[in-house]
């Protein structure tokens, strides 16, 4: 088949499944062509070395890459974002119909910062079928719980309209399915294809030296959050946490994000000199990092839109046979307990977090390698790479058959 992706974040930037799912499509023999933008993920600006500009396309065997500007929203505020998803909707528009005006299928990889675009080159490329793979789900309630207003409503019209053109609506978890039918999906069109992450990076090693001194002072437990500083995340709960349990446990924090200053400033308030923070490094770094800490937290604010979704940190921990630590409701937890790969506590409560962190010390530490592998067995049994292209790949097959039985059937008539 001819493929058309559509994402709004792609390799260099930590986007591992519309990344791996283009390679492994061309290694199956289809062509693939992905239009996204220039990569500024996490921390809003465009990264070193690239120069944003209106004809960049690579081209290699059956893959084409064709990158769009986009305003990079720096300070990440509302505005900022909401004026970045929507420069990127009329790139995607301009550029798109040339791209993609004769894929057999489009693959859509959902995240809200996609959808305006998605609706507009939906309406440009006529009748070719859509696989909307739904990442988030974002409902006006939770836009104002982040202090955003105004453009929530619009992003929840165009994403009903998204669930109803979709030929297939894919899904990570049953709890998001439930989020997407809610949303307008038609139920017979809902189908579930969990994530994966990149198996050539993350799986299990042995921390150096160098990175043990990093990120460990001494003997004390290490729980690391490794990924975005941003309001969804809720580490402010994670940092009063850990501050309560002086040294009897460390929290390290790896990566930036738009409450990086927050976070720190309340760290720095709660004198808590058991929080160190790391700068952000390169995927290629975080398994190491990963295998010197003793678990991986994933905290989650306590939002609707968050119940069914698992983040990608989740499913790099498992493969590296992190145990782990869940500050979150809904399906990250439920993974978590379902595996027994880990603790997890309810979101936005810090003294039940706090409680996590001092059984998570006190584990002894053959106990916590049992975790990870269990977490690392339940990852690759429902979660690998290769069942999640092979599901994503039949999910394309069946959208596109299905418009051209359509068509077929309107010829008929």
């Known amino acids: 088949m001819r493929v058309g992706i559509l994402t ?20 199956r023999g289809h062509e ?23 004809r960049h396309q690579t081209h290699s065997e059956r893959l084409t890459v064709r990158r769009v500007p986009r305003y990079a929203a720096g300070d990440g505020s509302a505005r900022a974002r909401t004026t970045s998803w929507l420069s990127f909707a009329g790139s995607a528009a301009l550029a798109g119909r040339g791209l993609l005006r004769d894929v057999d299928v489009l693959y859509v990889y959902g995240h809200p910062a996609v959808t305006f675009a998605a609706t507009g080159l939906r309406r440009l490329l006529g009748r070719t079928p859509t696989v909307l793979h739904v990442q988030d789900v974002w409902t006006e309630r939770d836009g104002r719980a982040e202090g955003d207003s105004g453009w929530p409503a619009r ?41 994966w992450t990149d198996e050539r990076i993350f799986r299990p090693t042995q921390a150096g030296p ?26 402010e ?22 409450q990086e200053r927050r976070v720190r400033g309340l760290a720095a308030d709660l004198g808590a000199d058991n929080i160190r923070f790391l700068e952000r490094r390169s995927a290629v770094d975080m398994p190491q990092l990963y295998a010197a800490a003793d678990y991986q937290l994933v905290a989650q604010r306590d939002l609707p839109a968050l119940r069914g979704r698992v983040p990608g940190k989740l499913q790099a921990a498992l493969a590296c046979a992190a145990p782990v630590v869940a500050s979150a409701a809904g ?8 595996a027994r790969a880990g603790l997890s506590c309810p979101p936005e ?13 006190a584990i002894p530490p053959a106990a916590r390698l049992d975790m990870g592998r269990r977490g690392r067995d339940a990852y690759l049994r429902d979660m690998s790479m290769r069942a999640g292209v092979d599901r994503i790949e039949a999910l394309l097959h069946e959208a596109a058959a299905r418009t051209s039985n359509r068509t077929k059937l309107a010829h008929s008539r």
């Open 8 to 27: 709004y974040h792609f390799p260099p930037e930590p986007a591992f499944v519309p990344g791996s799912l283009a390679e492994e499509l061309v290694a």
């Open 32 to 54: 693939v062509r992905v239009l996204t933008g220039f990569p500024d993920y996490p921390g809003g600006h465009v990264y070193p070395g690239w120069r944003q500009r209106w």
């Open 155 to 195: 992003l929840e019209a165009a994403t009903r309209r998204l669930y109803r053109e979709a030929a297939v609506v894919a899904v990570g978890s049953p709890s998001m399915a439930d989020l997407v039918r809610a949303g307008g999906a038609d139920p017979g069109r809902v189908r579930t294809a969990p994530n």
């Open 210 to 235: 160098a990175v043990r001194r990093l990120v460990r002072r001494d003997d004390r437990c290490v729980v690391m959050h490794a990924g975005t500083i941003g309001a969804r995340q809720d580490l």
């Open 237 to 258: 709960t994670a940092v009063r946490a850990a501050a309560a349990l002086g040294d009897r446990m460390d929290l390290v924090l790896v990566g930036s994000g738009p």
């Open 331 to 338: 399906e990250t937890a439920e993974v978590v307990e379902r």
């Open 349 to 361: 409560d810090w003294a039940a977090l706090a409680d996590r962190f001092w059984l998570a010390a």
